[in-house]
């Protein structure tokens, strides 16, 4: 089968380019160890994964970043009054019952010529949104930068609660359209999202801010591809409604894309060896998507077979993984970037040749994966109907 930029395994792992912590990624039941806080460095004893690596003396930084936080990243959140709501998008609620049912039938006759396959991705995408509780715990788990008391004043928390609460509406707003579609099992979706929540993600951020917004900047701007591309598809299935949506959604992942890697390019302006050093890291590590121990209680292989599926019909490729870290070196112009120390130039120059590296050995695996002829699996989520996994 094929193999894509969030998929395991990932066949361009770079091991002998820029060594760190190596560690596995498949997908697991396993109970997980959490760690007690330090401010040092710990090995995860079940992992080897490390913990708290940022220096204690590199809090410093952020603090010192508060004020420019308040004007360089607050004002990139939408005020409330002026933010979409889900149910501007979905049948009127408040109508009465028999103009409410013929939105409904509106919406069922726009989605019904919409292959399969593309629910088996946008359930994936719902599914990964609606996570979000994860993603807010992994953020205020950073160092210098958590939301201490749940109501912090520091624009550090007051950005991460305020982007949780934008975020809270994309999941809202798929899972009501794929309910109402009736395209999709919905129990089964929802004990997916159950699943998901309950396991976690673990994409090796190690409570470093420097790592965490290296990894939020690549992720919103995979996020901001995705939801583009199901937006896209929708489109040209015949369903404009949908591709309003996912076309909103992913505007909104923009923003958020913007809003982190200004914080790193920042961290590069003020720290650039250690800013550099986080963004190999990252990418040594590669960047996994952050529902990667997605779950239905059944397909133990559930988040490789929803890649792949992504993959084939475009929506989130190895290709776009390439794309976005060649976008990310020239925005953050990592190749001209001065001022660094000996490890530091080390590192920029393992990022800046990695996206080729990624493209050559995608195509191999590719070649790989057609030589193997058709494959197909069966989705719980669309009421197990199978899906092919390669062209
Ligand atoms: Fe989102
Ligand atoms: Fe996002």
Not at 4 to 30: D, E, I, S, V
Not at 116 to 123: G, I, N, Q, S
Request: aromatic content about 8%; charged content about 25%; glycine content about 6%.
């Amino acid at each position: 089968m094929q193999s894509c930029g969030y998929l395991t395994p990932q066949p361009w792992a770079p091991t002998t380019l820029y060594r760190t912590n190596r560690h596995p990624r498949l997908p697991t039941q396993a109970p997980r160890i959490r760690l007690p806080p330090s401010t040092s460095a710990v090995a995860d004893p079940v992992k080897n994964r490390k913990a708290h690596s940022m220096p204690p003396e590199k809090a410093e930084v952020f603090k010192s970043l508060e004020p420019w936080a308040s004007e360089g990243l607050l004002p990139l959140l939408k005020p409330v009054e002026q933010s979409w709501q889900p149910h501007n998008f979905v049948p009127d609620s408040s109508l009465p019952f028999d103009e409410f049912m013929d939105q409904v039938k509106a919406l069922r006759d726009r989605t019904a010529e919409l292959p399969d396959e593309y629910f088996v991705v946008l359930v994936g995408d719902m599914i990964t949104e609606d996570a979000l509780p994860t993603y807010q715990t992994m953020i205020n788990n950073l160092d210098a930068v958590g939301d201490e008391s749940g109501a912090s004043p520091v624009p550090w928390a007051v950005w991460t609660r305020s982007w949780t609460a934008e975020e809270n509406r994309h999941g809202d707003l798929l899972r009501t359209y794929l309910y109402l579609s009736g395209r999709v099992d919905m129990p089964k979706v929802e004990k997916t999202v159950q699943y998901l929540i309950g396991a976690g993600m673990d994409v090796g951020t190690e409570n470093n801010p420097y790592l965490g917004f290296v990894y939020t900047s690549f992720q919103e701007r995979a996020t901001f591809v995705s939801h583009g591309n199901t937006a896209r598809l929708a489109k040209e299935g015949g369903d404009p409604v949908l591709a309003r949506i996912c076309g909103t959604i992913a505007a909104d992942e923009k923003r958020h894309e913007n809003a982190y890697t200004r914080i790193v390019e920042k961290l590069l302006e003020v720290d650039p060896s250690e800013a550099m050093r986080a963004i190999a890291d990252m990418m040594h590590k590669k960047i996994t998507m952050p529902a990667h121990l997605m779950y239905d209680g059944e397909d133990p292989r559930l988040f490789e077979h929803f890649s792949a599926v992504a993959q084939r019909m475009g929506v989130y490729t190895a290709n776009d993984y390439a794309d976005i870290l060649e976008f990310l070196i020239g925005r953050w112009g990592l190749e001209k970037l001065e001022g660094l120390t000996g490890e530091g130039r080390r590192a920029r120059d393992f990022v800046c040749g990695l996206a080729p590296r990624i493209r050559k050995l995608q195509e191999r695996a590719d070649e790989r994966a057609r030589k193997m002829g058709p494959h197909g699996v069966k989705f719980s989520w669309i009421f197990n109907k199978e899906v092919a996994l390669t062209m």
